[in-house]
């Protein structure tokens, strides 16, 4: 007879959700770091914490080989780590020192890290998408099987190349899946305010690109649905998914995001994708004290990689005059 | 007078002009919250949303609309929240706004004001940094406002908001706290009229927007060396103020142009042609042009701070300018 304390017979796959549950950790634990390490003027430019939004980044490039593509957004963190970055690199790029992924030049948001396929975070909103359907189509051209990722938020689907780039993915049939984070905001703006129609896949659906909706919160159903999309698009068309969610933290560290009721804000925490998948494995018989052990991990390494970067040096000034261009390259003359 | 700053004066500015004139709007993302560095804070309050109004996350439609709504008569003020954005609006400024009067033979005119903040704003990198100024100035039918003080952050956005063609309005995003005197007196300022920032005699300093300060501080400290130098401050680069400049270097016989942006190509190019072509004789030193390496900026504050153009290089310069001729 099994003892009485016999986890409930579940088939969720475990390993699979508690490798996802340790990433969104980390991710929420690298943001909280580096939110800290902004109010102590170590991060010196803006950062765009995507906390809340952890379990779209996990859902999604779970289902991606390292050598797929990502493109990111302003709001990059959790795409890059979870797309295989790792935490030092990324931290020290945030406070512009040397070993940072784009030699301290860059920031939080420009984080690029080409050798896990992850193409860049951008400055621009929205400059992402054509960027991505041209990594698409270059995968066609030379025939390999990649898959690109576009990730980008609801905000971005009311500039030019959301058109633009939608179409172009449409008639080349292109192996990429969109992605668009549903967050409700556009920094101070509610985004329904600014946006006419039923909204991002009714206006992909009307390109000719399948769309469908998942609730962005919830790993299980984000990692499902980009699963099954990640195998159409792998050798196939284009694909667009809509990951509801929420922007827990203002729009960067610095915003205290006055402009929504702190109300609304307290009833999303209740919804928080870390604490719903660790409320799964629980269920699933994944002991607690074993959750909680992981974040503690994920927290410990984060407090390491922001004081190991606290700790490293500047780049070299002479980078400053690095990787501009070869023909004309100013460390030969910039005047 | 009243003390102001350089974000509080263009608000003012705004505002004053809103009250007059009921055709003046303005449109960006944001604004209904204030704007994304608060220049719009309390104008939504007094003027509702259709004046102050939000907008998608659309600049080409930002721009374009605000053209058409020009064409109709209205004052648009257009808030592109930083001028490397304003990139995703070049086609409606520069092929639409700026051609349309002339090709269209003087049938309309487009009195839009686009506001494209620029220049280094501590560790923004290489898309939030950008000083574009000499883009637009290139551009036939454009003016192009780069105001250095908040009194002139208010005088000069009234006069671009009643001035007939389409403006670009390049306020600095590091000035938005710097404080001055701003007159009572609610009248515009002049277009194309340079500012005397210090007369001096040794040496003529030609800047504008946020290097005005870096070159007042420059000339300050030659002045203890005894060397005087006269600062100008352009505040608009078109038109700019090619007599006052040609008049100064004529009593100095010599010219530093000192600017934010990249050098090459820059606006200071210009300056240093026309009056080498003018002055030739005149001139005591070989003209000097300090700005930007052809870098892109970076985020890491000791290569941020290699674009820089520094006092003690202002000084160095002209120290170098004037032994020259000793
Ligand atoms: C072309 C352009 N316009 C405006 C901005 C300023 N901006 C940065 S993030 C942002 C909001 C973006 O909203 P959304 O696409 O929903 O992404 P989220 O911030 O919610 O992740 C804006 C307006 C920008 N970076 N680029
Ligand atoms: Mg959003």
Known sequence: MPPADTPPVSNLDVERYRAGFRQMCRIRAFEEQAIAAAQEKLVL??????????????????????????????????????????????????????????????????????????????????????????????????????????????????????????????VFQLPILFVCEDNGF???????????????????????????????N????????????????????????????????GHTSSD???????????ERWLNDPIENCRKLLEAAGVPAAELAAIREAAEAEMRAAKDEAAATGWPAVELAYADVQDVGDPRTRAF | MPRLSYLEAGKLALAEEMRRDPLVWAVGEDLGRGGVFGQYRGLAEEFGPARISDAPISES?????????AMMGTRPVVEMRFSDFALCAVDEL?????????????????????????????SSAAQHSQSLEAWYAHIPGLVVVVPSTPADNRALLKAAIRCDDPVVYMEHKNLWALEGEVPEAAEPGEL????????????????????????????????????????????????????AVL?????????????????????????????????????????????????PISYAPPLEDKVRVTEAMVVEAVRSMTAAAA
């Open chain 1, 45 to 170: 430019g803006a950062i765009h914490p995507s906390i809340g939004q952890e379990a779209v980044a996990v859902g999604v490039c779970g289902n991606l080989r390292k050598s797929d593509i990502i493109l990111s957004t302003h709001r990059g963190h959790g795409h890059t780590m979870a797309k295989g970055a790792e935490a030092l690199p990324m931290m020290r790029e945030l406070f512009g020192r040397d070993g940072g992924y784009c030699q301290g030049k860059g920031g939080s948001m420009h984080i690029a890290d080409f050798s896990v396929g992850m193409l860049g975070a951008n400055g621009v909103v929205g400059a992402n998408i054509n960027i991505a359907a041209g990594a698409a189509h270059a995968i066609r051209l030379k025939g390999e099987d990649g898959v690109v990722v576009c990730f980008f938020g609801d905000g971005a689907i009311n500039r030019g190349p959301f058109l633009e780039g939608l179409n172009w993915a449409g």
């Open chain 1, 218 to 249: 919830d790993l299980q159903a984000v990692d499902e649905a980009a699963r099954e999309l990640v195998d159409l698009v792998r050798g196939g068309g284009p694909r667009f998914l809509v990951a509801r969610t929420y922007r827990l933290t």
């Open chain 2, 192 to 243: 194309g009229k340079a500012r005397v920032v210090r007369a001096g005699g040794d040496v003529t300093i030609v800047s504008w927007s946020a290097a005005v300060h870096t070159c007042a501080a420059a000339a300050e400290s030659l002045a203890g060396a005894g060397i005087e130098a006269e600062v100008l401050d352009l505040r608009t680069l078109w038109p700019w103020d090619r007599e």
């Open chain 1, 186 to 216: 556009a920094a101070t703006t509610r985004t329904s305010a600014m946006t006419s129609g039923a909204g991002p896949a009714a206006r992909a659906e009307a390109i000719g690109i399948p769309a469908s909706t998942v609730e962005g």
């Open chain 1, 256 to 266: 205290a995001a006055g402009y929504r009721p702190q109300a609304e804000v307290q």
């Open chain 2, 61 to 69: 439609c930002i721009m374009g609309a605000a053209v058409g709504a």
């Open chain 2, 247 to 295: 008049a100064s270097v004529e009593r100095s016989g010599r010219l530093l142009v000192v600017q934010e942006a990249v050098s090459v190509a820059g606006f200071g190019a210009e300056i240093a042609a026309s009056v080498a072509e003018a002055l030739h004789g005149a001139l005591k030193a070989p003209v000097r042009r300090l700005g930007a390496p052809r870098i």
């Open chain 2, 94 to 122: 520069v092929n639409q706004a700026a051609k349309a009067r002339y090709m269209f033979g003087g049938q309309s005119h487009v009195p839009l004001v686009v506001r494209e903040p620029i220049g280094i704003w501590r």
